[in-house]
T-cell receptor, first 119, second 114 residues
Framework: AQKVTQAQTEISVVEKEDVTLDCVYE???????LFWYKQPPSGELVFLIR??????QNEISGRYSWNFQKSTSSFNFTITASQVVDSAVYFC????????????????FGKGTSLLVTP | EAGVAQSPRYKIIEKRQSVAFWCNPI?????LYWYQQILGQGPKLLIQ????????DSQLPKDRFSAERLKGVDSTLKIQPAKLEDSAVYLC????????????FGPGTRLTVL
C-alpha cells in the first residue's frame, strides 16, 4: 500500500503564479517525520524540509511554505511567485520507525509531482 | 563539505551481465542507504546500513542483488545477473545517525539494461 500519495502527477504554471503541491500520507506510528525533496533535471535529490509529527506549525522559508495538518494526514507545499528555476520533480516522503522499533528510518517516497514553470 | 559521491554516473549493459555501483558517503555519516528509482516513480529503499551492519534489506531482491559496506564507509551494490526491469537510477544516500535525520543524496547511477 502506498504510504505517501501525491495525486498531482504534473503541474504547469506561468512564472509568478503561486502553486501548491499536495501530499497525503498514511501511518500508524505516533512518531514520524515528513520531508520534501526537490529533484531538478540534474537528478540529485535536494532536501527542502523536515517536520516531526508533534509540530503542526506551518513553516515559511522565503517563497516556500508548508502546511502540516494531522487531522487530514496532509503535508502540502506551496511555492509563492514561482520562478523558472523551480521547475523540477518534487517528492514528499515519510519516515517511520520500522519494526522492530529503532531498527531503521528509511524514507517512503511518493511518486512525485513534476512542476513546470514557464516564462 | 564534500557530498555523497557515486560512480559510475551512467552504465549500459546487456541482460544477464553483472554490474557494480560504488558509493562514498559524507564523512562521519554512519548510516548509508541504497535506493532504486524507476523512471516516473519515487525512490524505493533497497538496503540500509548502520556502520557496516545491515539494518533493513527487506526490499532487496537477494537472488540477484547484493551490497556490502565492509569498513563502515564506502559501499558497493552489485547486480548479477541483470534483468531488463533493473533499468533505473540507483541512488546512494547517507545520514548522521540511525534516526529521522535528513538524508543527503548522491547524483545517482543511471543503469540501462538492454
Amino acid at each position: 500500500a502506498q504510504k505517501v500519495t501525491q495525486a498531482q502527477t504534473e503541474i504547469s504554471v506561468v512564472e509568478k503564479e503561486d502553486v501548491t503541491l499536495d501530499c497525503v500520507y498514511e501511518t500508524r506510528d505516533t512518531t514520524y517525520y515528513l520531508f520534501w525533496y526537490k529533484q531538478p533535471p540534474s537528478g540529485e535529490l535536494v532536501f527542502l524540509i523536515r517536520r516531526n509529527s508533534f509540530d503542526e506549525q506551518n513553516e515559511i522559508s522565503g517563497r516556500y511554505s508548508w502546511n502540516f495538518q494531522k487531522s487530514t494526514s496532509s503535508f502540502n507545499f506551496t511555492i509563492t511567485a514561482s520562478q523558472v528555476v523551480d521547475s523540477a520533480v518534487y517528492f514528499c516522503a515519510l519516515s517511520e520507525t520500522l519494526p522492530p522499533r529503532n531498527s531503521g528510518y528509511a524514507l517512503n517516497f511518493g511518486k512525485g509531482t513534476s512542476l513546470l514553470v514557464t516564462p | 563539505e564534500a557530498g555523497v559521491a557515486q560512480s559510475p554516473r551512467y552504465k549500459i549493459i546487456e541482460k544477464r551481465q553483472s554490474v557494480a555501483f560504488w558509493c562514498n558517503p559524507i564523512s562521519g555519516h554512519a548510516t548509508l542507504y541504497w535506493y532504486q528509482q524507476i523512471l516516473g516513480q519515487g525512490p524505493k529503499l533497497l538496503i540500509q546500513f548502520q556502520n557496516n551492519g545491515v539494518v533493513d534489506d527487506s526490499q532487496l531482491p537477494k537472488d540477484r542483488f547484493s551490497a556490502e559496506r565492509l569498513k563502515g564507509v564506502d559501499s558497493t551494490l552489485k547486480i548479477q545477473p541483470a534483468k531488463l526491469e533493473d533499468s533505473a537510477v540507483y541512488l546512494c544516500a547517507s545520514s548522521l545517525g540511525n534516526s529521522h535525520n535528513e538524508q543527503f543524496f548522491g547524483p545517482g547511477t543511471r543503469l540501462t539494461v538492454l
